[in-house]
Nanobody, 118 residues
Framework: QARLVESGGGLVQAGGSLRLSCKAS???????????IGWYRQTPGQERELVAV???????IYADSVKDRFTISRDNTRRTVYLQMNNLQPEDTDIYYC?????????WGQGTQVTVSP
């Protein structure tokens, strides 16, 4: 069973940047490379939404709201996925979760809070 650990959240002013990391343990490399892994976010009381994911090794999918500001990347040797977030805005404030699974996530990390002040 894979386990995900996120890090890198915090408080930043509007226009600032943060980089989130998600390290996957317990997954063999071929599974890590073929599954969907990436970032989702959720405001309490609302549904969790996709931010940016890898679908397989190379195909990336972004939410329209972050497409020109966020970049997802991966380091397969470290089983780690990153989310570089630039030009953050107050509406990006949320809990960010890393998710992993064959298509939709079946494993989630504990979440990391991102807060953007005006």
């Amino acid at each position: 069973q894979a386990r995900l650990v996120e890090s890198g959240g915090g408080l930043v002013q509007a226009g600032g940047s943060l980089r989130l990391s998600c390290k996957a343990s317990g997954a063999i490399l071929s599974v890590f490379n073929s599954y969907t892994i990436g970032w989702y976010r959720q405001t309490p009381g609302q549904e969790r939404e996709l931010v940016a994911v890898f679908s397989g090794m190379r195909r990336t999918i972004y939410a329209d709201s972050v497409k020109d500001r966020f970049t997802i990347s991966r380091d397969n040797t470290r089983r780690t996925v990153y989310l570089q977030m630039n030009n953050l805005q107050p509406e990006d404030t949320d809990i960010y979760y890393c998710g992993f699974g064959p298509s939709t996530p079946s494993v989630w990390g504990q979440g990391t809070q991102v807060t953007v002040s005006p």
